[in-house]
């Protein structure tokens, strides 16, 4: 069903057309396991062809997922700045890409901004190399189909574009199943072969499996078709119009607030900066008022993912009354010591990165503290 969602065709008798896939645990999984595939076919090639540092280039917008894979799976990757409409610049990734590159990325939408890479160019880019090219539409799988069948002008980002040779799609995002599904795709049964585990020798049995985990819940999968064939095309169609909808207002209502700016040009993802207020100290503001919004950095943002939450009558409204509101108190009160804002200006401040990342680690230890 997902492939079919995605412009391609599980059923196609030639094994190299088809596109197939595995369901996973979620998008991280799907993209670990997507790199996994395209590390371990370029290293199954003769010598003369077998990349030394099997290379990822990824721009910096796409998920941290993709840092990830590199780091797990012993890969470099490449981060690649992207231009100021924060979509992958095609040329600077073009350029990016050396003989150890195995798979250029692109997202459909990013996760921090929420714009669509241009994936026909970047796939064209990375096929003319004969290198794999991945498509995250983790956020965006279950939307972006929906909303061309809308009318909304979406650009070519699934398998009907040539040099498309992955994606990863979340069940568990906007296809409404339960946290713990994704689904990733391959064109072509070779490249799944490559995402498989297998031994031959252990006392245990000839053993295989298809995905990073041992043991894993079928009931999860399960669900997740459930969901798929409960909500059914009517309900997807249904829902990425309310949620389309609802983000334009949004988007809208934001860019009538003078202090703050919509970054790119978003669909439902709606990311927002400003030169005159602190923006952490908005995205604190607005958690006061009870609001859970994501704060981003680099540029210094916050970031809404519209959902069928924010749908319902009333909502998006009391979201723009609450962002100017808060805004407001940014501008007429003096800094807290707590809240995101503090904790966001000092890693900005700290140039020894490695400190951060102790402290996140250091973060997380208190998160599982008894
Ligand atoms: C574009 C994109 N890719 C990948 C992921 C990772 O998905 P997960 O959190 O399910 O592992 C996300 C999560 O938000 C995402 O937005």
């Not at 290198?131 to 995250?136: I, L, Y």
Request: net charge positive; glycine share 10%.
């Amino acid at each position: 069903m997902t492939a079919a969602m995605l412009g391609g065709d599980a059923r196609d008798p030639d094994p190299e057309r088809a596109v197939v896939g595995t369901v996973t645990s979620g998008g991280t999984e799907s993209i670990l396991l997507a790199m996994k595939a395209y590390r371990d076919r370029a290293l199954a090639r003769g010598r003369a062809r077998r990349p030394r540092h099997p290379e990822i280039v990824a721009p910096t917008s796409a998920h941290v997922a993709f840092d990830k894979a590199a780091q797990y799976f012993g890969m470099r990757m490449v981060r690649v700045p992207v231009g100021r409409d924060f979509r992958a610049d095609v040329g600077a990734v073009r350029r990016a890409m050396s003989r150890d590159t195995v798979v250029v990325v692109g997202s459909a939408p990013s996760f921090p901004h929420g714009v669509i890479d241009p994936i026909r160019e970047l796939a064209a880019a990375a096929g003319a190399k004969g290198v794999g090219f991945h498509t995250d539409a983790c956020l965006g799988g279950f939307v972006l189909p929906w909303a061309e069948r809308l009318g909304h002008d979406v650009p070519g980002f699934d398998f009907r574009v040539p040099g498309v040779t992955s994606m990863s799609a979340d069940t568990h995002k906007f296809g409404y199943a339960a946290k713990g599904t994704s689904v990733v795709l391959y064109r072509g049964a070779e490249l799944r072969r490559h995402q498989y585990f297998t031994a031959t020798e252990w006392p245990g049995g000839l053993y295989f499996s298809p995905t990073l985990a041992g043991s894993r819940p079928g009931a999860l999968s399960a669900a997740a078709w459930a969901a798929m064939v409960a909500t059914g095309e009517a309900g997807y169609l249904e829902a990425t119009r309310r949620i389309l909808e609802t983000a334009a207002r949004i988007r809208e209502g934001i860019e009538t607030i003078p202090e703050l700016r919509v970054l790119g040009d978003p669909m439902w993802v709606i990311a927002f900066a400003s030169d005159q207020v602190d923006v952490y100290r908005v995205l604190d503001a607005m958690a006061g008022r009870r609001w859970s919004l994501n704060g981003l950095h680099r540029p210094a943002a916050v970031h809404i993912c519209v959902t069928l939450r924010h749908t319902e009558p009333g909502v998006a409204e009391r979201f723009l009354s609450d962002l100017r509101e808060a805004v407001g108190e940014v501008r007429s009160t003096e800094p807290a010591k707590e809240g995101l804002a503090p904790v966001y200006g000092l890693a900005g401040t700290i140039p020894f990165r490695g400190m951060v990342d102790d402290l996140l680690r250091r973060y997380v230890d208190l998160l599982y503290r008894p």
